[in-house]
């Protein structure tokens, strides 16, 4: 079975520090991993997929197979990224689709 | 719309009450996802439609809960004789074709059961 997890409920950094958000992964098969945020008021959206190997707003998180890590990082942070922030493992059901497994999140705050 | 469309924003439901959700997708995603997000958890999935054939409806939590999207495009998920361990947030996704595209979450339905 798959399992996500994010061992930080929160986490506050002051404003210019860098940031690092944990998330750990439990597969048999070859994962693919994906960072979604939701910022106040607003719907679950997107940050980043590792097969992209991109950086958004900064963020970037690269997938180390051998600690099954995902941990999201930016150098410098920005009150902008408060948020909550979703760690996700894409697998495909026994039925053919798509699932994603959560991680239970961490609210960021960011301290001016 | 330009994005997905869930209603009711907010439900209270007495206990034993039945509710129905809505969720309008974007147009054109072929494939809908429900997720249930329970305070202080991460969405959990529940059930996926391609098209209107509901292909696994593995995660749905009890037989009280029915999902449906009969023309392929709107989706209503049902829950029968609600109890507090229902009180949740009920998310909808949708996807332009299937694996490996972005999926885009709505809102979500916030339910409170009393």
């Known amino acids: 079975a798959q399992r996500v997890t994010q061992p930080e409920k929160l986490l506050s950094v002051f404003k210019g520090a860098p940031v690092e958000l944990k998330c750990n992964y439990s597969?048999?098969?070859?994962?693919?991993l994906f960072w979604y945020v939701q910022y106040s008021r607003q719907r679950l959206q997107l940050l980043l997929r590792h097969i992209s190997r991109e950086s958004i707003k900064g963020f970037t998180a690269d997938l180390n197979k051998g600690e099954t890590s995902f941990h999201l990082k930016k150098p410098f942070a920005q009150e902008e990224d408060s948020a909550m922030y979703y760690c996700?493992?894409?697998?495909?059901?026994?039925?053919?689709?798509?699932?994603?497994?959560f991680g239970t999140g961490t609210r960021l705050t960011i301290i001016p | 719309g330009a994005g997905v469309s869930q209603s009711p924003r907010y439900k209270v439901a007495k206990r034993g009450q039945d509710v129905a959700l809505r969720c309008d997708p974007i147009?054109?995603?072929?494939?809908l996802f429900w997720y249930q997000q329970a305070l202080g958890q991460g969405p959990e999935f529940l059930t996926y439609f391609q098209n209107e054939a509901q292909l696994d409806k593995s995660g749905l939590p009890s037989d009280r809960f029915f999902a449906e999207r009969p023309e392929g495009s709107v989706s209503t998920l049902k829950i029968q004789r609600t109890q507090q361990e229902d009180s949740a947030v009920y998310l909808c996704?949708?996807?332009?074709?299937?694996?490996?595209?972005?999926?885009?979450f709505g809102e979500g339905s916030w339910l409170t059961v009393v």
């Open positions: 147009s054109g995603h072929v494939s």
């Open positions: 996704a949708t996807q332009q074709g299937s694996s490996g595209n972005t999926i885009y």
């Open positions: 597969y048999s098969g070859s994962p693919e």
């Open positions: 996700a493992l894409s697998h495909i059901s026994n039925f053919g689709n798509e699932k994603l497994t």
